[in-house]
């Protein structure tokens, strides 16, 4: 029961959401430019508009960041030395098994 509840309140916010000035599919297109600080003032605002209104969107919002922090902190350097020196061997014997 309260599934469902929550379920035509979400429904029913991105219904108000859409009707104030951006739908779901709208605030997709733009979410890169929001989480990269890029999209212009006014954009910006609809959408903290939607987000109040709009649990998917929010949890989507949050999920794409971390997401891009997470992706931010992976580089080449970071793999320990006996971990990529493993790898390289593994992948060598799987090359030359071929
Ligand atoms: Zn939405």
Redesign the pocket.
Known sequence: MFNLLKKVRDTL??WF?AARGV??EE?VRLLIGYVDGTLPAEDRTRLDA??K??A???SMMRTYRQTIDLSRGVSNNSMPSEVRLRLQRFLKEKIQER
Do not use: E, Q, T, V
């Open positions: 916010g991105c959401s739908s779901c605030l939607h987000f209104d709009c998917h969107c929010l």
